[in-house]
């Protein structure tokens, strides 16, 4: 039964991000988010392509190894591009990049490295190509939620205050890349596939929840009343 749920929390997420794209393009959000567009766009056609494999098969493990690396990049673009809007906003776009290469990137690299080296040796199996890729996303996932996370720490006491349009796109931003490194982490520890199923559906409806939150936020009217840009066109 909770597989099944969780078949249908794909689908729905599948639509959802279909319908995010297609905002992106009507609503020209896409002008200001065009890494994170294409993040994405990217997952919406990876989505497509695995839609209806057996995802314990060797054709969707091929697949979707294959394709991580194109999410790769466009994740940490996205990531990277939320970063400089925020900085851009603050008027101090020299700050992110001393702040960038000197604390952010050496701790995140640090920390990633060390969650994603602490995961049991005697729980992975597969092909070392399927590994190799699972431990890359969790490595990358764990960078980027480190540098969102530090930047929302960090704005707390700085001014100016940012706009709230890019406050609550860094909020979602940030649950949806961790929610991947949580589920990963999970999968790997828990050996009750019951609870592994569990875990796997509530991070299927999370990230369905984010799109959905994207979806109303960028509306235009969502965007006036959160205080958005007015250059956007």
Not at 70 to 94: D, N, R, T
Not at 101 to 129: H, N, R
Request: positive net charge.
């Amino acid at each position: 039964m909770l597989h099944h749920s969780t078949d249908v929390a794909r689908y729905l997420e599948l639509l959802a991000r279909a319908i995010l794209v297609a905002c992106a393009f009507r609503w020209k959000f896409m002008n200001q988010y065009r890494w994170f567009t294409c993040f994405i766009s990217a997952e919406l056609i990876r989505s497509c392509i695995l839609l209806g494999l057996n995802d314990h098969g060797p054709l969707y493990a091929g697949i979707w190894s294959l394709t991580q690396p194109v999410l790769w990049i466009f994740q940490i673009g996205a990531v990277f591009e939320l970063l400089f809007l925020i900085y851009k906003q603050k008027q101090f776009p020299g700050r992110l990049t001393r702040q960038l290469f000197t604390y952010y990137l050496p701790f995140a690299l640090a920390f990633s490295a060390v969650v994603t080296l602490y995961e049991p040796i005697d729980t992975a199996k597969g092909p070392w190509w399927l590994l190799t890729s699972v431990s890359v996303t969790k490595w990358l996932a764990w960078i980027c939620l480190f540098l969102l996370l530090a930047q929302d720490v960090l704005d707390v006491n700085d001014t100016p205050r940012l706009q709230q349009e890019l406050v609550i796109h860094r909020r979602l931003l940030t649950l949806y890349v961790g929610l991947t490194p949580g589920l990963m982490g999970i999968l790997a520890l828990l050996q009750d596939r019951r609870v592994a199923e569990i875990a796997s559906f509530c991070s299927e409806i999370s990230w369905l929840l984010c799109l959905i939150f994207w979806i109303v936020f960028f509306r235009p009217s969502g965007l006036n009343k959160a205080g958005a840009y007015s250059t956007r066109t």
